[in-house]
């Protein structure tokens, strides 16, 4: 799967260690791994992805970072 997909991971990552969260794009699909995990790939597709990313904006996860 990596040959056939670009990942990125964020600029908030660092260069500090090699773990962080990365996505790529393969089709209609969002791919999400991390750097540590590389075998390990969750597919959303890019409305469901909106869905979770206005949750986080809205704080609907925040009790899981804590």
């Not at 040959?3 to 999400?32: M, T, Y």
């Amino acid at each position: 799967m990596e040959s056939l997909v670009h990942w990125q991971k964020s600029s908030f990552s660092g260069s500090e260690g090699p773990n962080c969260v990365e996505v790529a794009r393969r089709g209609d699909d969002v791919l999400i791994r991390e750097s540590d995990e590389p075998g390990l790939v969750l597919a959303a597709s890019r409305a469901d992805l909106a869905a979770f990313i206005t949750g986080i904006k809205a704080g609907e996860f925040d009790h899981f970072a804590r």
